[in-house]
Every structure is written in structure tokens, then in C-alpha cells.
Nanobody
Framework: QVQLVESGGGLVQAGDSLRVSCAAS????????IGWFRQAPGKEREFIAA????????YYADSVKGRFTISRDNAKNTVYLEMDTLKPEDTAVYYC????????????????????WGQGTQVTVSS
């Protein structure tokens, strides 16, 4: 079992930056990849970014590429999502998720690939 706790969400203005964190605990040695997803009201949960735990390979959705940066701190078992030039349409609950074992690149954007999820952190961007 792996437990994930997100933090760092809040209310910001359009154009601002914000960093959210995902702290992992439990059987973290088995973690292979951590992903960030978001869900806006009335919409499906969508993939944002992911990072492989061992080599730090990163993956991004086209909608955030160039504005969001995912990184990890292995010593702290924490993954970060730095969000720049935020827009009102970035308003959502942001979730991190993880899985153990091997994976294929095309799987990192699929919700079904992640059995472990955090409780989410709200990010609200005002115009």
C-alpha cells in the first residue's frame, strides 16, 4: 500500500504561479511512476503530467506543456507540480496518483493505470 497526500493548493489570480506537492508514504520503494490529474466541476478527471520515480522521465499533456513542470525529490518521497501562467480554466481539484511495477509510456495518461490516489487539493484561479 502507498499513501499519497497532496498539498499546496489555493486561490490565485490569473498569471500567477503555484506549486502543489504530493508526499508519498508506505511501500514507496515499489513506486514506479507518479502522475498528476485534475478534475474541474462537471468534467472528467484528466491527465496533466507524470514522472518516473527512478530516472525522472517526464510526461505532459499538451494543454499544460510549457507552463507546468513536474519534478521529484526522492529523498523526501515527494513529487511537485509547478504551475506557471495560471489561467481560470486551470481551476480544478488536483490529484496525484501512483502505481508499482513496470509500465508502458502510453499508460501514464490513463486513470486506470493508477491504483493509488491522494485526496486532492483545490486550485482556484480567478480572472
Amino acid at each position: 500500500q502507498v499513501q499519497l497526500v497532496e498539498s499546496g493548493g489555493g486561490l490565485v489570480q490569473a498569471g500567477d504561479s503555484l506549486r502543489v506537492s504530493c508526499a508519498a508514504s508506505g511501500r514507496t520503494f515499489s513506486t514506479s511512476v507518479i502522475g498528476w490529474f485534475r478534475q474541474a466541476p462537471g468534467k472528467e478527471r484528466e491527465f496533466i503530467a507524470a514522472i518516473s520515480w527512478s530516472i525522472g522521465r517526464t510526461y505532459y499533456a499538451d494543454s499544460v506543456k510549457g507552463r507546468f513542470t513536474i519534478s521529484r525529490d526522492n529523498a523526501k518521497n515527494t513529487v511537485y507540480l509547478e504551475m506557471d501562467t495560471l489561467k481560470p480554466e486551470d481551476t480544478a481539484v488536483y490529484y496525484c496518483a501512483t502505481r508499482a511495477g513496470g509500465y508502458r509510456d502510453y499508460e501514464v495518461s490513463r486513470r486506470s493505470a493508477y491504483p493509488y490516489w491522494g485526496q486532492g487539493t483545490q486550485v482556484t484561479v480567478s480572472s
